[in-house]
Each structure stands twice: as structure tokens, then as C-alpha cells.
Nanobody, 113 residues
Framework: QVQLVESGGGLVQPGGSLRLSCAAS????????MGWYRQAPGKQRELVAH???????NYADSVKGRFTISRDNAKNTMYLQMNSLKPEDTAVYYC???????WGQGTQVTVSS
């Protein structure tokens, strides 16, 4: 079955950086637009960024200029470089192939001083 494993989350101070990874297996990774989503307690899951197989990117307004999404199709891996982190970035971050029903378990990002 399809497996998506997010990693790289943790506790960081405001202004700090984290790099998240999503390792995919048993899926034709290059066929999908891939997305990073996040969900904070009491809030709906929201799209953070997505990237096409060819590398075209879109970002939520809240993260533009701070986050960078990327992918390595040969490694079946997607990344999210997060800089200048803010407390409002605190959430569980999920990996998702668009138009699929697949989700990873998520990785917790906590931004706090």
C-alpha cells in the first residue's frame, strides 16, 4: 500500500528554521502534484504549498517568502524548507498527493519561545 512518511518537525523558536521531508513509497510519485498541508488544534486543515512534477510551485499567502517547497522525483521525496518561523505556523504538517486519498501521519511543528 501507499506509504507517506513525514519527518523533520520539532520545537523551534520564532525566527528559526526547519526542513520537513516526505518520503513516499509504493506510488508513482512523479505522476502527482504534491502538497504540504497543516492543521492546528481546533482549526481546519489548510494547504500550505504544492508543487507539480515539473517543479511549478504555489504557496498560501501566509507562507510566501518564508517557505520553499521542492521535490526530488528520483528519490520519491518532497521537502518543505521553513524559514522565519512564526508561532502561527505551529501545526501538524501533512504530505498529500493531490487528487488521491493518501495522507501521511504528519509531523509536529511547534514554534514557541
Amino acid at each position: 500500500q501507499v506509504q507517506l512518511v513525514e519527518s523533520g518537525g520539532g520545537l523551534v523558536q520564532p525566527g528559526g528554521s526547519l526542513r520537513l521531508s516526505c518520503a513516499a513509497s509504493r506510488i508513482r510519485f512523479s505522476d502527482y502534484i504534491m502538497g504540504w498541508y497543516r492543521q492546528a488544534p481546533g482549526k481546519q486543515r489548510e494547504l500550505v504549498a504544492h508543487i507539480t512534477s515539473g517543479g511549478s510551485r504555489n504557496y498560501a499567502d501566509s507562507v510566501k517568502g518564508r517557505f520553499t517547497i521542492s521535490r526530488d522525483n528520483a528519490k520519491n521525496t518532497m521537502y518543505l524548507q521553513m524559514n522565519s518561523l512564526k508561532p502561527e505556523d505551529t501545526a501538524v504538517y501533512y504530505c498529500h498527493p493531490e487528487s488521491s486519498s493518501y495522507w501521511g501521519q504528519g509531523t509536529q511543528v511547534t514554534v514557541s519561545s
